[in-house]
């Protein structure tokens, strides 16, 4: 917490936790989930800052609030589904050191006269077991998350590792970004040879999901040096913290120094507890930021985390962090415009966007150029056209997925061609078979499409035959009389462009 120099150390090679102290120490509606072993929660550095749920009546063997979990007054062991989160050996009383230790680092009660404080020491712990001796189940880490979100805790601890890729587990941190919640991870030791590895050839999950609210943590040593164990990666890992010789909280009210990735993990854990006392409206992008963007650079861990620094819990709580780049793209919609077949040859679209910004507009596949809401087109020709508009946002997010509308321009009108008896014919048959072919260019025509007449009295349409596949209309009229008769033909088509076609022929003896 306070580097003077002792025990060979750099000066100020530390998370300037006292300076902090100065603008916050924490409060207890600050949650941390600790998922990891259990925590001897009877601890006097602990016992005042464990979550206790609001909704649970201790010790009466009934799930008061139909969570699932019986008497989860202050957390849950998933690793054992009890409501006990201490579970020493009965004979050794050894067990879930690690655990307690992690929760002195975060929240070890300040100003006590006792042992240790942690970095944010009012903040309250929520103790999720799901680790015992041989480790633990991935399908137990997820319940602990699921049960952290629901909870309302807005950041959780996780200072484990080394399980292969799970999608479930991916998706439940996933899900837990989507409620706001920060995701501290350790890195990881290494491998066997207990030298650290990096994370950007060989992942170490959970740390190395690639996730926005997750924070991966080196670990370093006394002199702002990463610890050998410890692993790293300029791409995949995000900061470093004091991992070497740490002293927190054991079990049995006793104290004791520990090393590793996970010691470091639990000072970003109470920064992020220290932040969000301050400033409970951030979600966890925001509390990412304060924490990445005010780390103290230290040329040992250039190139080796993304930030190239050691947290610093004072810079993090007093400066305001840029805004976390906008990389969400915009949405595009089409409010107005032609569809289907119209006639005509102009086209008016107004669009909109989920975000302010501009947008880029084309037609028939041409480039897009910038435009705006309505965009007009004229002398369209008689086709079918296709107009996409793109939403770009003021931080330049183009929406790769253009709205787009498709619609037909025909201002062809219909034909009426091929005319049976022909115009001005003169013929003897006084039961002539009338006939044409009446067709359309741009749609296919249907008999309720077209209207026959002959001598002004129109024709029922169940009275004559159109064939679609050959556009021929026919029709056989009853006996006419010695004289000059007419025949129209209207053909309305999709566009509702019209076609009237009229011509006489002759009844002669």
Not at 8 to 27: I, L
Not at 189 to 205: K, L, Q
Not at 322 to 339: E, F, K, L, Q
Request: charged residues 20%; proline residues 5%.
């Amino acid at each position: 917490m306070n580097n003077t120099g002792q025990n060979d150390g750099t000066v100020d090679a530390d998370v300037d936790a006292p300076e902090a102290w100065n603008t916050s120490t924490g409060e207890p509606g600050t949650v941390v989930a600790v998922i990891d072993e259990g925590i001897d929660i009877n601890h006097p550095d602990l016992r005042d800052n464990i979550w206790t749920n609001p909704g649970e009546v201790a010790g009466n063997g009934i799930d008061d609030e139909r969570n699932g979990y019986v008497d989860d007054v202050n957390g849950y062991d998933f690793a054992n589904d009890d409501a006990s989160v201490y579970d020493p050996d009965p004979i050794s009383g050894a067990g879930d050191e690690h655990g307690t230790h992690v929760a002195g680092t975060i929240a070890g009660e300040g100003n006590n006269s006792l042992g240790v404080a942690g970095v944010s020491w009012r903040a309250s712990i929520m103790p999720l077991k799901f680790l015992g001796p041989n480790g633990g189940y991935t399908s137990d880490a997820i319940e602990a998350i699921n049960y952290a979100v629901n909870k309302g805790a807005k950041i959780s601890n996780n200072s484990w590792g080394g399980g292969g890729y799970s999608q479930a587990l991916r998706d439940a941190i996933a899900r837990a970004d989507a409620s706001g919640h920060l995701f501290v991870a350790a890195a990881g030791n290494g491998g066997a040879d207990g030298v650290g590895d990096d994370n950007d050839v060989t992942p170490s999950y959970p740390a190395s999901y690639d996730l926005p609210n997750i924070v991966s943590v080196a670990a370093t040593n006394r002199n702002d040096v990463l610890a050998g164990f410890s692993n790293f990666g300029v791409n995949s890992v995000d900061v470093a913290a004091p991992g070497v010789s740490i002293l927190s909280t054991l079990p049995n009210n006793t104290y004791g120094s520990y090393s590793g990735t996970s010691m470091a993990t639990p000072h970003v854990s109470g920064i992020a507890a220290l932040i969000r006392s301050e400033r409970p409206e951030l979600d966890d992008a925001q509390m990412k930021a304060q924490i990445l963007q005010f780390v103290e650079k230290k040329d040992t861990l250039a190139g080796k985390t993304a930030t190239g620094g050691r947290v610093n819990s004072a810079a993090s709580l007093s400066q305001q962090a840029a805004p976390p780049p906008d990389t969400t793209a915009p949405d595009t919609g089409i409010s107005s415009g032609p569809s289907g077949t119209v006639r005509s040859a102009s086209a008016s679209f107004s669009f909109t966007a989920s975000e302010a910004g501009k947008f880029r507009c084309s037609l028939d596949g041409a480039a897009f150029s910038d435009c705006a809401s309505p965009k007009s087109y004229s002398s369209l020709t008689s086709r079918s056209h296709t107009f996409r508009v793109a939403a770009v946002d003021e931080a330049g997010n183009v929406d790769e997925t253009p709205a787009t509308r498709t619609w037909t321009v025909d201002t062809i009108l219909p034909t009426v061609t091929s005319l049976v008896p022909s115009s001005g014919a003169k013929t003897k048959d006084r039961t002539p078979a009338i006939s044409a072919v009446v067709r359309d260019s741009q749609t296919n025509l249907a008999k309720g499409d077209i209207k026959l007449f002959v001598d002004g009295r129109q024709i029922s349409a169940s009275a004559f035959a159109y064939d679609a596949s050959t556009d021929k209309l026919s029709y056989t009229s009853g006996t006419l009389s010695y004289a000059r008769h007419t025949v129209k033909v209207d053909a309305r088509d999709a566009a509702g462009n019209v076609v009237s076609k009229q011509w006489t022929f002759y009844v002669v003896r």
